[in-house]
């Protein structure tokens, strides 16, 4: 039996036994082992969803699994009687704010989603940083077309990034060269070979 719990933004689950499938379940799901006294456990926050929807997701699923689950917290039971939950995003695209590559765009996504990894790494300038991708902030077109194609949710600091570049962009001074007459070789070697004196150095007499 698993028995689960909730307290504030963390998710408690004890199971007694050792089986394979039970870990592999709550792990895929975003849970880690924190020790004995402690069992698996998972801090949700805005990105993940609620707790008790967390909680309500992996308590179906186990449940669908076939291992028998004990809750004492009556609006998770009233949840899980109804199916009720908000699934979870787990794409999402961030502006990266540590250190390296701050101020980029970091690209969230399943874990051994090869056709999203490719499509983010084909965008120029990408590169991966661990445990994302990270796209250069100028590339924000190219974000927009992965949010269109895979489903990404922005969080706010994407979105004012996304904001920023743009201004960047239109904000960039344009220079129209077509008219632009460049010298020739020979012309630039004739000058180079001219003797005298600069007419800017000479003395007016």
Same mark, same amino acid.
Request: aromatic letters at 12%.
């Given at each position: 039996?698993?028995?689960? +719990?909730?307290?504030?933004?963390?998710?408690?689950?004890?199971?007694?036994?050792?089986?394979?499938?039970?870990?592999?379940?709550v792990k895929?799901?975003?849970? +880690? @082992?924190?020790?004995?006294?402690?069992?698996?456990?998972?801090?949700?926050?805005?990105?993940?969803?609620? *707790?008790?929807?967390?909680?309500?997701?992996?308590?179906?699923?186990?449940?669908?699994?076939?291992?028998?689950?004990?809750?004492?917290?009556?609006?998770?039971?009233?949840?899980?009687?109804?199916?009720?939950?908000?699934?979870? =995003?787990?794409? @999402?695209?961030?502006?990266?704010?540590?250190? =390296?590559?701050? #101020?980029?765009? *970091? &690209?969230?996504?399943?874990? #051994?989603?090869?056709?999203?990894?490719?499509?983010?790494?084909?965008? *120029?300038?990408?590169? @991966?940083?661990?445990?994302?991708?990270?796209?250069? +902030?100028?590339?924000?077109?190219?974000?927009?077309?992965? &949010?269109?194609?895979?489903?990404?949710?922005?969080?706010?600091? *994407?979105?004012?990034?996304?904001?920023?570049?743009?201004?960047? %962009? $239109?904000?960039?001074?344009?220079?129209?060269?077509? $008219? &632009?007459?460049?010298?020739? +070789?020979?012309?630039?070697?004739?000058?180079?070979?001219?003797?005298g004196i600069?007419?800017?150095? %000479?003395?007016?007499?």
């Open positions: 039996m698993a028995d689960i +719990s909730i307290f504030i933004n963390n998710i408690f689950i004890s199971f007694i036994e050792t089986n394979d499938n039970f870990k592999t379940i895929d799901h975003g849970f +880690s @082992w924190g020790g004995f006294g402690v069992g698996y456990k998972r801090e949700c926050d805005k990105f993940t969803g609620s *707790a008790l929807d967390r909680a309500t997701e992996i308590c179906i699923i186990l449940l669908k699994s076939g291992f028998i689950i004990s809750i004492d917290d009556e609006r998770l039971k009233e949840k899980i009687l109804k199916k009720e939950f908000e699934p979870e =995003q787990k794409r @999402w695209i961030f502006k990266r704010t540590s250190v =390296q590559y701050k #101020g980029w765009f *970091a &690209v969230q996504f399943e874990y #051994g989603n090869e056709e999203i990894y490719k499509a983010t790494r084909a965008v *120029a300038g990408s590169k @991966w940083s661990n445990p994302n991708v990270v796209i250069p +902030s100028y590339q924000y077109e190219a974000i927009l077309d992965l &949010v269109d194609k895979f489903d990404f949710k922005l969080s706010e600091g *994407a979105i004012e990034l996304i904001v920023e570049a743009k201004k960047t %962009r $239109e904000e960039a001074l344009v220079v129209d060269m077509s $008219e &632009v007459e460049l010298p020739t +070789s020979e012309q630039t070697k004739e000058k180079e070979t001219e003797a600069h007419a800017s150095l %000479r003395d007016d007499d």
